[in-house]
């Protein structure tokens, strides 16, 4: 069954430094969307891109934050000087077209920022 | 904007017996989806179960099911016959429509655990 990746699994990385969360959608699906979870907290939608741009972004999506779909497979988003409080976990999700609104998750990164 | 509350923190239940979880949204639209998320200590999502608002029959998925109330909405997930892999949080969460950007709105989550 296809599945939606994400690379690393893990990482950690000194406040300011930049950093790029990898996903892999699912290979059909055109709808892209980058969520992140504090710990303990609830999930809180960032971004959402499709064809190629961003379609809709949260308040918590500043200017330190940047997506993009570099090839046909891979969806990115970037952190460029990252703060204690971006450690969190990010996760990838995907949807199909057509009529299908389920939005597959990814595994997620865990962003640990030291 | 819309608004999604879960207000049990934690649930325990007995294996095998049924246990339901709340949910309420606030929106004024008419056009939207409703979804419960399972995500387990792995912190994975996993798509339980999802419900079209303009469909009146409540969805179900094997021993998953929900109660739908569009006047008064509430969107409450049914678990039968409980497992000990039943033990996670569970996320509802709303969705407008089917516009490219829709993003989910997610509840604060329940934790839910399944006592042997």
């Known amino acids: 069954e296809p599945e939606v990746t994400q690379t690393p699994s893990h990482q950690v990385t000194q406040m300011g430094q930049e950093v790029i969360l990898r996903c892999v959608p699912i290979?059909?699906?055109?709808?892209f969307y980058w969520y992140r979870q504090i710990l303990g907290q609830k999930v809180e939608f960032l971004v959402s891109f499709y064809n190629n741009e961003i379609s809709e972004k949260s308040e918590i999506f500043d200017d330190q934050f940047s997506v993009e779909r570099p090839d046909g497979s891979n969806f990115t988003l970037k952190i460029r000087s990252t703060k204690l409080e971006d450690s969190a976990m990010y996760f990838c999700?995907?949807?199909?077209?057509?009529?299908?609104?389920?939005?597959?998750f990814g595994p997620g990164t865990r962003l640990t920022v030291l | 904007a819309q608004t999604v509350t879960q207000s049990q923190p934690e649930m325990s239940v007995q294996e095998a017996e049924t246990v339901t979880l709340s949910c309420t949204y606030d929106t004024s639209e008419n056009n939207y989806y409703l979804f419960w998320y399972k995500q387990p200590p792995s912190r994975q999502m996993i798509l339980v179960i999802r419900?079209?608002?303009?469909?009146?029959q409540n969805a179900t998925e094997n021993r998953f099911s929900v109660n739908f109330q569009k006047a008064a909405k509430s969107f409450s997930l049914k678990i039968s016959d409980s497992q000990l892999g039943d033990t996670a949080m569970y996320f509802c969460a709303f969705m407008l429509g089917e516009t490219s950007g829709s993003r989910l709105t997610f509840g604060e989550g329940t934790q839910l655990t399944v006592n042997p």
């Open positions: 290979s059909n699906h055109l709808y």
């Open positions: 999700a995907s949807r199909a077209t057509g009529g299908l609104v389920e939005q597959f």
């Open positions: 419900q079209e608002a303009y469909k009146q």
